[in-house]
């Protein structure tokens, strides 16, 4: 087994107001998670480093993990903010290509409007990633992926890759709607999907392997390996799973293919995609 990397992961010092999404149902996850605290679990389960995502929308977060990955040698790349629907969204972008570790940029949409990413001022600045070769990291609920369809086949060139693959609803086991659109998406060869935050959409408390599988298959039938990356979502994860599970869940799932096929997953396409 070569050497992993852990696409998706958080690091904050936790802020009840800034990071208010984070409510009472998750205890857990109140409070600071540096990178102290992740490289042990990277270390135990064999990965080699991982790319930091932002979870909240300023260009200090941007900043933020800047600073850590500067001290961290183990965060390959970070996945910043900054204000895409801004006019000068070009300029910030041009502000942040001095340094080697922004890979890509995200915003909340799972928070916006469905008709978000139909908006001019948004697809302005999704324009602007690419003259810096910057990825783009969506984040949506499933109702949202028929406009991310939209976006992904407005920009053939634009690297995009998928979020908690869309977020369906794991818990009530809705799955039709969800993979009829990700059959849709997956057709677009510039789109990547990470195997990130299933747990969190099943039931917290109760969760069973079975759950997951039949999104699991949907997501390796259209994507293939080749276009899927693991993410741990940590430490959003803890709510429902500690690390080692997550990891271990995964393991099981693909030990199904082969070597060289596992290998993309747990590290070849992060690597392409993010060009770590």
């Not at 992740?38 to 300023?58: I, M, R, Y």
């Not at 999907?193 to 039938?221: N, Q, R």
């Amino acid at each position: 087994m070569n050497t992993r990397i852990d696409a998706h992961q958080h690091f904050w010092r936790f802020d009840p107001v800034r990071d208010s999404w984070i409510d009472a149902t998750m205890q857990k996850i109140r409070k600071d998670f540096l990178p102290e605290d992740l490289l042990p679990l990277l270390t135990a389960n064999k990965f080699e480093g991982c790319v930091a995502v932002q979870a909240s929308q300023s260009e200090e977060e941007t900043k933020f993990l800047l600073d850590l990955a500067s001290k961290n040698d183990f965060i390959k790349g970070i996945v910043g903010w900054v204000d895409l629907c801004d006019k000068n969204s070009e300029g910030r972008l041009e502000h942040f290509s001095i340094h080697e570790k922004v890979k890509g940029f995200r915003h909340v949409v799972q928070g916006e409007p469905d008709d978000f990413m139909l908006r001019s001022d948004f697809r302005n600045g999704i324009a602007a990633l690419e003259q810096f070769g910057y990825t783009y990291d969506i984040l949506i609920f499933h109702r949202q992926l028929p406009a991310a369809i939209d976006l992904v086949n407005h920009f053939h060139d634009q690297p995009f890759v998928i979020d908690h693959v869309a977020k369906p609803d794991i818990k009530a086991g809705n799955i039709s709607s969800w993979k009829k659109d990700i059959q849709e998406i997956a057709k677009a060869e510039n789109v990547s999907c990470k195997i990130s935050g299933m747990v969190t959409e099943a039931d917290w408390s109760s969760w069973k392997t079975d759950d997951l599988k039949p999104y699991l298959d949907v997501i390796f039938e259209n994507f293939s390996t080749d276009k899927l990356m693991f993410g741990s979502d940590w430490p959003v994860c803890n709510v429902a799973a500690s690390y080692n599970v997550i990891v271990k869940t995964l393991e099981d799932y693909v030990a199904q293919f082969s070597m060289e096929e596992q290998n993309k997953i747990w590290s070849e396409n992060a690597k392409m995609f993010y060009r770590l």
